[in-house]
C-alpha cells in the first residue's frame, strides 16, 4: 500500500527530495563566512553549489513532464539532456567538495583538486561516444549517463565528503564543542549513506552493475523507491550540516570576546598609566625632593634631618600599601572579569547544545575578590543548576543574573519550567544529588544557596558569596610592606 500511495504521490516524493537539498544548499551559502579562519569554511561554497543544483535537478522530473503536454519533442528531448547534465554538474560539486575537505588534511597534494574536473570531462566523453556508436534510444543513454555519474562523481564524492566531516569532527572537538562535532559525525554519516542509495543504487541500464544493482532491485526488496531513501538522507544532510554551521556564530563569539578583552587591557594599560603618573610616582618625586633636602640638612641641621627621615620612611610606607591596594584591585578585577567570562561560556554552549533561550545579566559594579577556588566553585553550582534544568524542568526559558551589591556577590538562576513542591521530601532525590552538592559548595565558600520553586511555576536558585574585605585579601598576601 505504501509503494502504491508513493507512485501516486510521486510529484511530491521529488518535490520534498529537491527541496531538502535546494534548502541545505542555500542555508550553506547563506551561513558561508568568507572571513572565517576556520578549514570547514574553505569547502562550503561547493556544499552550497551542490544542494542547489541537485535540488533543482530533482525538480526536473516534475517539471519536465508537465513542460512536455505542450512543447514539441524536440524541446523536451533538449531539456532531458540538459537534465542529465545538470544531474552531472551537481555530482561534479558534491565531488569538489570532497576533495576540498581531504585536501585539509593533505594539503601538499594539490593536484587532487583537478580530479574532479578531469571525471567530469571523461564522463562527458563517454556519454557522447556511447551516443554515437551505440545509437540507443535517449532513454536509454540518459539512464546510462545517470549510472555513470553516480558511479563516478556521486559515489566517490559522498565518500570523500563523510571521510573529511568526520577529520573536521575531530578538530572542532579539540576546539571544545563536542556537540557541534557530534553534529558533523552525523553529517559524515549522512553522506557515507548517500553514497550507497545515491551512488550504487542507479537507474536500470545495460551497463555493469547498473543491470544487477538498480531501482528494480530495490524496489523487489524494500518495496520502496530509491528517492525514498535519498531523502531521508538528504533530510539528516540538512539537519545535521545547518546545525554545524553554529560553529560560525561561536567563532564570531569568540573573536568579538578577543576584541572586548583587547580593548579592555588598552583602555585599563592607559588608566593604570594615568593613576601611577597622577598618585604613586608623583608621591615617589616628592619623597625623592625630601630626601634631596636632606642631604643638606644632614651637616647643618643632624635633628631635624633625622625627623625628615623618618616622615620620608611614613610616605614611603604609605605609597608601598598604596602600590600593595592597586595590585589587590588589578587582580579582583581580572578575577571578577574571569567569572563573568565563564559564565558567558555556560550560557553560549547551553544555547547550542539545546533549544533553551538562555539569558545572562551582570547587575553592578565589580567589588569582590575572588580567588580561582572561588571562582571554580560558582561555576560548578552555575553548571548543575544548568543541567538539572535542562534534564528535569522541560523549561523553554533561563535567566542567569549575576549582581555586585557591594557586600556580597548573588548568582540567580530562574526558569520558566514546571517546578516542584517545596516541602516534597524528594526534592534533592529528584535531582540526585545534585543540589546537595550545591549546598555544600555554598557552606564552602561562606555562602547561601536558596531555592525557590512552585509546581508550574518555575524555579529559581538563589546563591549568595560575601565579598572578601581588603583586610582579608591584605592576609592573603601577607608580609611586612617592607620586605
Request: charge should be neutral.
Amino acid at each position: 500500500m505504501l509503494t502504491e500511495v508513493l507512485a501516486v504521490n510521486w510529484i511530491i516524493l521529488y518535490f520534498v527530495y529537491g527541496q531538502v537539498f535546494f534548502i541545505t544548499g542555500l542555508v550553506t551559502g547563506l551561513q558561508w563566512r568568507r572571513g572565517s579562519h576556520l578549514e570547514l569554511a574553505r569547502p562550503l561554497p561547493w556544499l552550497a553549489a551542490f544542494g542547489l543544483s541537485h535540488g533543482l535537478n530533482e525538480w526536473g522530473y516534475i517539471f519536465i513532464p508537465l513542460q512536455a503536454l505542450y512543447l514539441s519533442d524536440w524541446i523536451v528531448r533538449l531539456m532531458v539532456v540538459g537534465h542529465l547534465l545538470l544531474l552531472a554538474v551537481s555530482f561534479l560539486f558534491l565531488f569538489q567538495f570532497g576533495v576540498e575537505l581531504t585536501l585539509l588534511r593533505v594539503p601538499r597534494l594539490r593536484w587532487l583538486r583537478a580530479i574532479p574536473g578531469l571525471v567530469f570531462l571523461v564522463w562527458m566523453l563517454a556519454v557522447l561516444v556511447r551516443g554515437t556508436l551505440a545509437r540507443d534510444p535517449l532513454n536509454v543513454l540518459v539512464a546510462i549517463g545517470d549510472g555513470w555519474s553516480r558511479y563516478f562523481l556521486s559515489l566517490p564524492g559522498s565518500i570523500l565528503a563523510g571521510l573529511g566531516l568526520l577529520h573536521q569532527a575531530r578538530q572542532v572537538r579539540d576546539m571544545d564543542l563536542p556537540q557541534i562535532a557530534n553534529y558533523l559525525i552525523g553529517a559524515a554519516l549522512a553522506f557515507c549513506v548517500y553514497g550507497l542509495f545515491g551512488g550504487l543504487v542507479v537507474p536500470t541500464a545495460p551497463i555493469f552493475p547498473a543491470n544487477w544493482v538498480n531501482y528494480s532491485l530495490l524496489d523487489k526488496t524494500v518495496h520502496l523507491p530509491a528517492p525514498v531513501f535519498r531523502s531521508l538522507c538528504g533530510l539528516a544532510m540538512a539537519f545535521f550540516i545547518v546545525r554545524s554551521l553554529n560553529i560560525f556564530q561561536v567563532e564570531t563569539d569568540r573573536r568579538l570576546a578577543e576584541m572586548e578583552r583587547a580593548q579592555t587591557l588598552v583602555a585599563e594599560r592607559e588608566r593604570i598609566g594615568r593613576d601611577l603618573h597622577d598618585g604613586i610616582i608623583q608621591n615617589i618625586y616628592a619623597a625623592g625632593l625630601t630626601l634631596e633636602e636632606i642631604r643638606y640638612l644632614i651637616d647643618e641641621d643632624p635633628f631635624r634631618a633625622r625627623q625628615r627621615i623618618q616622615v620620608v620612611m611614613k610616605d614611603l610606607d604609605r605609597i608601598i600599601q598604596d602600590i600593595r591596594r592597586y595590585i589587590f584591585d588589578l587582580r579582583a578585577l581580572e578575577q571578577v572579569c574571569e567569572l563573568e567570562s565563564v559564565l558567558r561560556t555556560l550560557v553560549r554552549d547551553l544555547r547550542l547544545d539545546t533549544l533553551l533561550e538562555v539569558d545572562l545579566e551582570v547587575k553592578g559594579q565589580r567589588c569582590c575578590w575572588l580567588d580561582s577556588r572561588a571562582i571554580g566553585e560558582i561555576t560548578q553550582i552555575a553548571r548543575e543548576a544548568l543541567s538539572n534544568v535542562v534534564k528535569h524542568s522541560r523549561a523553554s526559558h533561563v535567566m542567569m543574573q549575576l549582581e555586585y551589591l557591594g557586600d556580597s556577590t548573588r548568582l540567580t538562576i530562574a526558569d520558566n519550567g514546571r517546578g516542584m513542591d517545596p516541602h516534597s521530601p524528594n526534592l534533592n532525590l529528584h535531582h540526585g544529588q545534585g543540589i546537595t552538592n550545591m549546598r555544600h559548595r555554598a557552606l564552602s565558600l561562606g555562602g547561601e544557596l536558596e531555592l525557590d520553586t512552585r509546581p508550574g511555576q518555575g524555579l529559581v536558585l538563589t546563591l549568595t558569596i560575601p565579598c572578601a574585605s581588603q583586610e582579608q585579601a591584605a592576609e592573603v598576601q601577607g608580609g611586612n610592606p617592607w620586605d
